[in-house]
């Protein structure tokens, strides 16, 4: 017994052993920025790798030649929504940074295809949204660590920046903040949409709270004649819960003429059952 006993300590502590994991740090961190430009989320998800006493721009990285833009998996970044760079629109989503240094100015370069282990084993214009050339500008110290970071925020418009070494690199773009500010405030200022009733009269009915609220709010949903039939089958049940059975029938009527024209089993149903039992 103590043999046995003795054996399956010595099987838990080798499982215990060989499934450990010895954690020491990478040696190009990876690093996530986020930022608010305007109305606008921006992220940058990247590795950050340090110089190390070594000379970087047209040695370490070569001039002339795609980069990855930082360590290990390509550098994403990530726009919520569409955006303007050098005059050309890119669409919200998240794409690749690769960029092309060169002594004095790098081309920068969006690409659409994000899931590379660096850069793509086969590179394809067609999977490039935009580029741009931006100018070196010289720092007059050197930056240990490669970095990003979001500069000149304003309203509409931002500058990534990359820094390393001592070059800094910033790419402007434009962010439509005017026009979701305009479309949030109209929206606002319009007041409660139709789907706002459908959704606070169908919590309130099927949550027992007060029905004649919730009518209420049906009859706001529905009162421009074009509701559709999942509308008018919540009003009826409502206009049934509280007693009145002839506006539920010919409520449940409309719905049912909508639900045929939808072609929806299963309203056609459902309103058929609940004419035949309110007429009774």
Not at 106 to 124: H, L
Not at 229 to 237: A, H, I, N, Q, V
Not at 246 to 258: F, M, N, P, R, Y
């Amino acid at each position: 017994m103590l043999k046995k006993l003795s054996l399956v300590l010595l099987f838990v502590g080798f499982t215990a052993t060989s499934n450990a994991q010895i954690k020491t740090p990478q040696p190009s961190p990876a690093a996530k920025l986020e930022q608010v430009v305007g109305l606008t989320d921006v992220t940058i998800e990247y590795s950050r790798p340090a110089m190390r006493g070594r000379s970087i721009f047209g040695n370490l990285v070569p001039y002339g030649k795609v980069w990855r833009t930082g360590a290990n998996a390509n550098t994403k970044i990530t726009f919520g929504d569409d955006v303007i760079i050098d005059g050309k629109e890119l669409k919200k989503g998240t794409y690749a940074i690769y960029t092309i240094p060169n002594k004095t100015s790098w081309e920068v370069i969006f690409y659409s295809d994000a899931n590379n282990s660096g850069t793509p084993k086969e590179w394809d214009e067609n999977k490039v949204a935009v580029k741009t050339t931006v100018e070196v500008q010289e720092m007059p110290v050197n930056i240990e660590s490669f970095t990003f970071l979001f500069d000149d925020l304003k309203v509409n418009s931002a500058i990534i920046g990359i820094l390393w070494e001592n070059v800094y690199v910033g790419v402007p773009f434009e962010v439509p903040t005017e026009k979701i500010a305009t479309k949030n405030i109209e929206s606002v200022m319009a007041g409660p949409s139709n789907n706002d009733y459908y959704q606070a009269a169908s919590y309130y009915h099927t949550e027992g709270k007060d029905l004649k609220q919730a009518l209420t709010w049906m009859q706001k949903a529905t009162e421009d004649g074009n509701a559709p039939f999942w509308y008018l089958r919540r009003m009826s049940l409502i206009q049934a819960d509280l007693g009145d059975k002839a506006g539920a029938i010919a409520t449940a009527k409309k719905s049912l003429e909508a639900a045929k024209k939808a072609n929806n089993a299963d309203y056609i149903k459902m309103n058929e059952e609940s004419i035949k039992k309110w007429q009774k």
